[in-house]
Structure formats: structure tokens, C-alpha cells
T-cell receptor, first 114, second 113 residues
Framework: DGGITQSPKYLFRKEGQNVTLSCEQN?????MYWYRQDPGQGLRLIYY???????QKGDIAEGYSVSREKKESFPLTVTSAQKNPTAFYLC?????????????FGPGTRLLVL | GDSVTQMEGPVTLSEEAFLTINCTYTATGYPSLFWYVQYPGEGLQLLLK?????DKGSNKGFEATYRKETTSFHLEKGSVQVSDSAVYFCALTSNQAGTALIFGKGTTLSVSS
């Protein structure tokens, strides 16, 4: 089955630690996205990538980093510079074929601080 | 910049009641409009979409019509079920390749039997 997978489902971070969230898609989509979800605030864009080896900052990129070495993978690293990392992180992908992009989402990773 | 405004929740209904969740938007050009649904602890699922004025998106008994004159995309369902309890997000995209979605803050729907 085609889709987007995120791992782990839950992730715990200690003070000063960097952690990496995985996102993999087998939909052959060109574009991939990372969103952060906090209660009552909807979803906010962290980073996005339109093609391999290229990515752009979203609205809340500070304290995060990404890479896009393969079309199907877009890992997100939450660095120690992110002072309030507790949130639900959602990865999405899309393909502009046909002129209208529809984004499809993974199941999410919940990050908690110890 | 572009933005989406949804009615604040929570919305609490009895089973078989009529549902409306209001959504209005501000955008330059001609955006595409979406409704996504999120069940507890899960990611977002696309519920329906509309890509141009007067288009009606529909799925699983839910409908929404793209109204350019009122810049609205209200979600409706004639008879809700307990299983419809979830958070509903209205969103838009500018139709430029690789452009991220702009979301409303979400509306929580709770349906009781």
C-alpha cells in the first residue's frame, strides 16, 4: 500500500539532546513538508522541500533542521536550540501532477520532553 | 498574507443532527480549498476539496461549496454520527507547486448518542 510512514510514534527528549523524526513516503511525490501541531493552534509549517537536495524554511524553522537526500525521505531533527519542542509533528507529501496539489499526511510523532 | 478562519469549537451535537462548520478565507488569486479531519491521536485525512469557484466537494456525507463571492467554504452534513467526532481543519493552498497548506485552527466536533 502506498502511503507515508512516520517513526517513532512517541519520542522522548532529554535536555540538550538532538532527536530525529523519520518520515518516509512511497507515493513518488516530489514535495514533502513538516508541520508542528499544538493544542488550539492548528498546524504550523516548519520546513518544506520541493525536490531532492533542496528545502526551504517555513514559519517556525528556528531550532529545527532537515535534509532531503532521497526523494522518499525527509527527516526532521529537533535540536537543543528548540526550547519548547513538546508537540505533535506531522509530515506530509504532495504531487502537483494535474495542476492541483493535495497533501497527504502521515500518522504523526508525539515528542515529549523528559 | 493568506489566512483561514474557522468557527471556534467545540461543537456538541446529538446523533442525526445537522452539522455546519463555518470557514472563511483571505487569499490573493484563486486558491484551492480543503477540509481535513483528524481523529484522536492520528494524522490528518483529506475529507474533501474544491479547486475553483462554485465547485462542491463531497465525501462520506459531508459537503462544502467554494463560494468566491463570500470567500467561504462551510462544511455541512445532514445527519452526524458518533463516529464523526473528530477535529476538522479548513485549509487553502495557492496552487503554486510545492506551496504549503495554510490551516485554520481546527474545530472539535463531539457527537453523542
Amino acid at each position: 500500500d502506498g502511503g507515508i510512514t512516520q517513526s517513532p510514534k512517541y519520542l522522548f527528549r532529554k535536555e540538550g539532546q538532538n532527536v530525529t523524526l523519520s518520515c518516509e513516503q512511497n507515493l513518488n511525490h516530489d514535495a514533502m513538508y513538516w508541520y508542528r501541531q499544538d493544542p488550539g493552534q492548528g498546524l504550523r509549517l516548519i520546513y518544506y522541500s520541493q525536490i531532492v537536495n533542496d528545502f526551504q524554511k517555513g514559519d517556525i524553522a528556528e531550532g529545527y533542521s532537515v535534509s532531503r537526500e532521497k526523494k522518499e525521505s525527509f527527516p526532521l531533527t529537533v535540536t537543543s536550540a528548540q526550547k519548547n519542542p513538546t508537540a505533535f509533528y506531522l509530515c506530509a507529501s504532495s504531487n502537483a501532477a494535474g495542476g492541483v496539489e493535495t497533501q497527504y499526511f502521515g500518522p504523526g510523532t508525539r515528542l515529549l520532553v523528559l | 498574507g493568506d489566512s483561514v478562519t474557522q468557527m471556534e469549537g467545540p461543537v456538541t451535537l446529538s446523533e442525526e443532527a445537522f452539522l455546519t462548520i463555518n470557514c472563511t478565507y483571505t487569499a490573493t488569486g484563486y486558491p484551492s480549498l480543503f477540509w481535513y479531519v483528524q481523529y484522536p491521536g492520528e494524522g490528518l485525512q483529506l475529507l474533501l476539496k474544491a479547486t475553483k469557484a462554485d465547485d462542491k466537494g463531497s465525501n462520506k456525507g459531508f459537503e462544502a461549496t467554494y463560494r468566491k463571492e463570500t470567500t467561504s467554504f462551510h462544511l455541512e452534513k445532514g445527519s452526524v454520527q458518533v463516529s464523526d467526532s473528530a477535529v476538522y481543519f479548513c485549509a487553502l493552498t495557492s496552487n503554486q507547486a510545492g506551496t504549503a497548506l495554510i490551516f485554520g485552527k481546527g474545530t472539535t466536533l463531539s457527537v453523542s448518542s
